[in-house]
């Protein structure tokens, strides 16, 4: 059974710029590798092996303009004294909203049921895996100002994601070009 997604791969410059906020050296942070950052439009999960030309197929429906992102901002999830997830922002953007909810309507059209949580756009950096980090505080101020430049986004993809005891590993299944 596939566990899938549907993302957009960003830019080798930005993943540089995010590596950055990933070399700060924090005890207790398991961070994202280098080619695994991504900016995920929807979360679809297990499938089973017959869904997913199904899926390729009805995502490959979706029709937008290409997009202008620049990531902005750190912060966490939850935003609690617990924190799990460390993550970059995305500024706000409305074609991407408008992307997110084409993939989530022609993904309803074959079945697959709404995530049902708000979409919050997001690279995930970091997972938490201690309850008090040392330097955590430190981390938050030095990097709250993060910002990068603006970069185009042209094509969004369907990722298949596996489940290893070395954490995931994904891979790029199709393309999908925006105009």
Not at 27 to 40: A, D, I, N, Y
Not at 156 to 172: D, R, T, V
């Amino acid at each position: 059974m596939p566990r899938l997604f549907v993302a957009v791969d960003l830019p080798e410059t930005i993943k540089q710029e995010l590596d950055d906020l990933c070399s700060f050296g924090m005890p207790g942070v398991k961070w994202v590798k280098h080619e695994q950052f991504h900016l995920s439009l929807r979360f679809i999960g297990e499938t089973a092996d017959h869904m997913f030309d199904e899926i390729s197929t009805v995502i490959s429906k979706v029709r937008g303009n290409s997009l202008l992102l620049n990531l902005k901002g750190i912060g966490t999830f939850p935003q609690s004294k617990t924190p799990r997830v460390i993550w970059a922002g995305v500024e706000k953007n409305e074609n991407l909203f408008q992307l997110r909810k084409k993939v989530e309507y022609q993904l309803s059209q074959i079945g697959i049921p709404s995530e049902g949580r708000k979409f919050s756009p997001h690279i995930t950096l970091g997972r938490i895996k201690e309850k008090k980090i040392k330097g955590f505080g430190d981390y938050l101020s030095r990097y709250a100002l993060f910002k990068t430049e603006p970069f185009e986004v042209t094509e969004f993809s369907l990722f298949s994601s596996q489940l290893s005891p070395k954490g995931a590993i994904y891979k790029k299944e199709a393309n999908y070009q925006l105009g």
